[in-house]
């Protein structure tokens, strides 16, 4: 079974980093988009970063300059470097695949961001 596995999460004081990873199974990976959403308690989750197979990237408003999103396609993972992390920051980050006929999600990685 195709899985998105996410590690690198925790706790972190505002103002420190994490460096979140993904990594995937399945031969599909080269060809997808892969990006990084979050969500924070009684909130929708959103769009955090995504990477296209060219390595383009965007990121949402709120963690451009302080976030950085990169892949490794013969290591089929994608991670998610973050710095000058902010208590607004704290969410359950989610890995996601999309390509035509697959959107895959992992589990999910609780990063909180408190003093």
């Known amino acids: 079974q195709v899985q998105l596995v996410e590690s690198g999460g925790g706790l972190v004081r505002p103002g420190g980093s994490l460096r979140l990873s993904c990594v995937a199974s399945?031969?599909?990976?080269?060809?997808?988009?892969m990006g990084w959403y979050r969500q924070a308690p009684g909130k929708q989750r959103e769009l955090v970063a995504t990477?296209?197979?060219?390595?383009?990237?965007n990121y949402a408003d709120s963690v451009k300059e302080r976030f950085t999103i990169s892949r490794d396609n013969a290591k089929k993972s994608v991670d998610l470097q973050m710095n000058s992390l902010k208590p607004e920051d704290t969410a359950v980050y989610f890995c996601?695949?999309?390509?035509?006929?697959?959107?895959?999600w992992g589990q999910g990685t609780q990063v909180t961001v408190s003093s």
């Open positions: 399945g031969s599909m990976f080269g060809l997808s988009l």
């Open positions: 990477i296209t197979t060219s390595g383009s990237t």
């Open positions: 996601n695949q999309r390509t035509p006929g697959i959107n895959r």
